[in-house]
C-alpha cells in the first residue's frame, strides 16, 4: 500500500451559525441582558467559540472570522426580529 504524505487534509468545521442550541441560547441570554452586560456576554461567547474552533484544529484565521461573522449575522437577526415583533406587538 502506498502512502501519499504530501497531501494535506483540511478541516471543515460544524458552522456555528447552525448549531440551534448555541444560537438559541445565546440569543436567550443576549435577549435578557442591555448594555455593557450584554457586550461582555457577546465578547466571551466569540472567545469561546473562538478558542474551541482552535482547540478542535482550526486554525486559518479567515475561516474563524467567516463561521463568527455568520453566527453573529444569525444571531442579530433573530434578535432584531423579535424585537420588531414586541414594538409591532405594543402598537397594536
Not at 435578557?32 to 465578547?43: P, Q, S, T, V, Y
Not at 463561521?67 to 402598537?91: N, W, Y
Request: charged residues 25%.
Amino acid at each position: 500500500m502506498e502512502h501519499n504524505r504530501d497531501k494535506t487534509a483540511s478541516l471543515v468545521p460544524f458552522p456555528l451559525c447552525r448549531n440551534a442550541r448555541l444560537v438559541r441560547e445565546t440569543i436567550d441570554i443576549l435577549g435578557k441582558r442591555n448594555g455593557a452586560a450584554a457586550d461582555r456576554f457577546w465578547r466571551s461567547t466569540v472567545r469561546q467559540q473562538i478558542g474551541r474552533l482552535q482547540v478542535g484544529g482550526i486554525h486559518d484565521r479567515n475561516v474563524i472570522n467567516d463561521q463568527i461573522e455568520k453566527f453573529a449575522l444569525v444571531v442579530f437577526d433573530a434578535l432584531r426580529s423579535s424585537s420588531t415583533a414586541q414594538h409591532d406587538g405594543d402598537a397594536a
